[in-house]
Nanobody, 124 residues
Framework: QVQVVESGGGLVQVGGSLRLSCAAS????????VGWYRQAPGKQREFVAG???????YYTDSVKGRFTISRDNAKNTVYLQMNSLKADDTAVYHC??????????????????WGQGTQVTVSS
């Protein structure tokens, strides 16, 4: 299974930006789709953005136009650039991988191991 480590979270004001990184361990990382997820206090974990092995990207509606997901296979890393942050974006952000493409990112049974996550706090 692919192991991941998230980083880049922090405290930022409304309207600010952060870039999260997801570093993965597997040598076949380039063959996996990678997704970012978030869990706010008292809420269920939700899918935020995903990128397939072929570079296709997907976003949940609430972040479209503000967040950009990208991958650097040479570095085994996926990034989430978050701009125009809102208080509602406050959450612990996790990344995960699936060998089954975008659809696999939406099915818990098709995901790999969860990392510790990185806290994003947007203050108003």
């Amino acid at each position: 299974q692919v192991q991941v480590v998230e980083s880049g979270g922090g405290l930022v004001q409304v309207g600010g930006s952060l870039r999260l990184s997801c570093a993965a361990s597997a040598s076949n990382f380039s063959l996996h789709a990678v997704g970012w997820y978030r869990q706010a206090p008292g809420k269920q974990r939700e899918f935020v953005a995903g990128v397939t092995s072929g570079g296709d990207t997907y976003y949940t509606d609430s972040v479209k136009g503000r967040f950009t997901i990208s991958r650097d296979n040479a570095k085994n890393t996926v990034y989430l650039q978050m701009n125009s942050l809102k208080a509602d974006d406050t959450a612990v952000y996790h990344c995960n991988t699936s060998p089954r493409g975008y659809v696999g990112l939406l099915v818990t049974a098709h995901l790999g191991s969860w990392g510790q996550g990185t806290q994003v706090t947007v203050s108003s």
